[in-house]
């Protein structure tokens, strides 16, 4: 039979030698088995290398014969030395791990004859029969079926017997001339179940360099797991070509320079900040209601403040007309009393100039705004009593000849204070 | 977005878990029936769970690979504080790849490293814990290649009603809406909560419906989670879990082993 072998590690592994992908077969007895070790357990590539190997050196493909195969091979991976790590924690975790044992998938194909073939599968690699018109699948015919698998060889499990036939599953395919038959590991099972359409594709592939280009297709268009890939295909009766694709010698996948994550590249990160979004939205909303309040206040504050500004400037008015009439008021009472004494309060009433009716006039004037000197020609009327120490020579008496009083006698006292008038 | 079924976590496309832990004073309360505290429980599992992310990480030469991410976030240890729940030499660091976490262990028991110690002191600020989360996972998703991972899974672990939800949660439930609705081009941040509660029975895992109005914090724990997707509800179905497609991430009164299970099923394979 020609066998085509095409591997590539995944690119996490980097390089090929980390590959836990293993196969093996044996031209002569026409029997090919495929391993996939799985990540998760130390020394898992180890651990497929044996049973492939051990497969086809003496087949088997009854189940409970092949357990107790596999239990002697378990045996000798157990035997395998292993170097714990000198960091107590992680050489804890190798500890449980060893505990744990080794975990594999596992496919054993073997031809009975040119049209016959049987096959022994564990775990969720697949064989698909590519045939003109219609291709057929072992043991899952489709992607689902392939994840919902449980079983998978397991060192400690097949030790303790926990592994039971009923894990396997086991077939006869009848072969026709031109069929090729791919074993294929997990990843590139689910591409071919889910595009058939892939299925020609890789059969197209004749180098390592076509193989890496349709995994790093798939794998960019995320339709191809992040995964090691790898297919046994069988062809051709009657020929014993062996063509393996695989990486050149040193050919890796380069190193991605692991950078430790450090939150916080953006400001608002503050993970002790005793005020989360929500409070610091409460506050910024009580900030906002108190600034539109404040603005509130102030306008009504300047409203009030004219109002008060205007109160104030008509008290002091009206103070001013008060304390103008007082001091008026006074000075008629004055002269009230001095009474009779007329022609003193006339020498009086010249000296001082005062007119009652005069001052009257000024004030209705100073309201009224007319002209100030015409009013203090109609003023001159009589002459008033004026209070004063000397007694008036005629009480009554009016001069005829008594100055007009001039502009001055009807303005405002100039002291106000002294309360008397000022003797000429 | 891509279909998270051809999605391999791996050191180039990593994982971030994050585990919200109740430290609040209501945790010093006994766990079920156990001698022990809740706190002390809810270390132990967290420790198991850190350990068990560690045993997925380590590659098949021994080396640890730095799949998953990890924060570990207490809440309410300090008054109203929300912080990084690691101590020792990665104190005050919020996440932390595995390799890291495995260098710098706090201590060992039962010769296996421990990272977190119980702790029950305080009030519950549950909305802070969750607004630390969003804002991690925006940080780590829009850092480096994050977008082409899978989407963080947020695991909250509670006994409590949040002390700063106000009456009607919304805050709770604003928070936990926008968290949820980060996304990576696999899809959105997955919310799971374990709600322990002082009530015996009424054990209740991964439903699709709560139908208990008498405890309106369940509904809302319930209400705040995400539908498990379909490789948490394999890995779950696995585990004897009987579950239904719909089912969200939230166990109420689950025991010891659920609490393990579930942080299990939270930490996709």
């Known amino acids: 039979m020609a066998v085509k072998i095409l591997q590539l590690h995944k690119r996490a592994s980097y390089e090929f030698k980390y590959i836990q992908d293993k196969y093996a077969f044996d031209a002569g007895n026409l029997c090919y088995a495929i391993a996939d070790g799985t990540t998760q357990s130390l020394n898992s590539d180890i651990w497929a290398e044996i049973i492939t190997k051990d497969f086809v050196k003496s087949p088997e493909f009854d189940p409970q014969a092949l357990i107790r195969k596999f239990q002697q091979s378990a045996q000798d991976f157990r035997a395998c030395p292993f170097t714990f790590s000198d960091n107590p924690a992680k050489a804890s975790l190798e500890r449980e791990k060893l505990k744990r044992g080794a975990t594999a998938t596992f496919i054993g194909l073997r031809f009975k004859d040119e049209q016959n073939a049987e096959i022994i599968s564990l775990g969720d690699s697949n064989v698909f029969i590519v045939r003109q018109g219609q291709n057929e699948y072992f043991p899952f015919s489709n992607a689902a079926d392939l994840d919902n698998n449980t079983h998978f060889l397991n060192t400690e499990k097949l030790l303790s017997n926990e592994t039971e036939p009923g894990f396997f599953v086991t077939g006869n395919i009848k072969i026709q001339k031109n069929d090729r038959i791919i074993l294929a590991t997990d990843a590139l099972s689910r591409l071919l179940l889910r595009n058939p359409e892939c299925v020609n594709e890789l059969l197209q592939i004749e180098s390592f360099k076509n193989f890496e280009q349709f995994c790093l297709k798939y794998w960019e268009a995320k339709l191809l797991e992040e995964d090691d890939i790898s297919a046994l295909i069988i062809s051709h009766f009657g020929s014993a070509t062996v063509k393996a694709l695989l990486p050149p010698k040193g050919y890796s996948f380069p190193r991605e320079e692991e950078i430790e994550f450090v939150p916080g590249q953006q400001p608002v990160f503050e993970p002790n900040n005793p005020y989360s979004d929500y409070d610091m939205q409460q506050l910024l909303n009580t900030i906002s209601r108190l600034s539109d309040e404040l603005r509130l206040i102030k306008r009504k504050a300047s409203l009030l403040e004219t109002l008060i500004l205007l109160a104030i400037g008509l008290i002091v008015i009206n103070m001013g007309i008060i304390v103008y009439f007082r001091y008026e008021m006074g000075n008629l009472k004055e002269m009230a009393s001095a009474g009779t004494k007329g022609q003193q309060a006339k020498t009086e009433k010249e000296s001082s100039g005062f007119d009652i009716k005069g001052g009257l006039e000024k004030i209705k004037e100073k309201i ?40 001055k006698t009807g303005t405002a006292p100039e002291s106000p204070k002294t309360g008397s008038p000022v003797k000429k | 977005m ?213 405890d309106r914090f369940a509904r809302l724990l319930f209400d705040i989670s995400t539908p498990l997707n379909e490789n948490m509800i394999r890995l779950a179905q696995q585990k004897g879990y009987n579950i239904e497609d719909n089912a969200k991430g939230y166990v109420f009164n689950g025991n010891a082993t659920d609490l393990i299970n579930f942080l299990n099923i939270g930490t996709p394979q």
């Open chain 1, 368 to 407: 009224t705004g007319k002209d100030s000197v015409e009013h203090v020609k109609t003023t001159v009327a009589k002459p008033e009593p004026k209070a004063e120490t000397k007694p008036a020579k005629a009480a009554g008496s009016t001069p005829a000849n008594a100055p007009a009083p001039t502009a």
């Open chain 2, 2 to 214: 891509f279909d998270i079924r051809n999605l391999t976590i791996s050191s180039t496309n990593p994982c971030l878990i994050i585990y919200l832990i109740d430290q609040s004073g209501s945790m010093a309360d006994r766990f079920g029936n156990a001698e022990h505290s809740k706190a002390a429980e809810l270390a132990a599992a967290i420790n198991d769970v850190i350990y068990e992310v560690g045993l997925r990480c380590i590659g098949n030469g021994g080396e640890l690979k730095n799949r998953f991410e990890l924060a570990v976030i207490g809440y309410g240890r300090e008054g109203n504080k929300v912080q990084s729940a690691w101590e020792g030499q990665l104190y005050n660091k919020w996440v932390v790849s595995i390799k890291n976490i495995f260098d710098y262990p706090l201590d060992q028991e039962n010769e296996k490293p421990i990272w977190v110690r119980p702790y029950a002191i305080g009030s519950t600020p549950m909305t802070r814990a969750f607004e630390n989360a969003r804002r991690l996972c925006y940080d780590w998703i829009n850092w480096g290649n994050h977008r082409e991972c899978h989407p963080p899974i947020v695991i909250n672990i509670t006994d409590g009603e949040a002390t700063d939800a106000g009456t009607n949660f919304m805050p709770l439930k604003n928070e936990a809406d926008q968290l949820r609705r980060i996304s990576t081009n696999y899809g959105n941040v997955n919310i799971m909560n374990i709600h322990i509660s002082s009530r015996s029975g009424d054990r209740l895992l991964f439903p699709n419906e709560i139908y208990d109005a008498g």
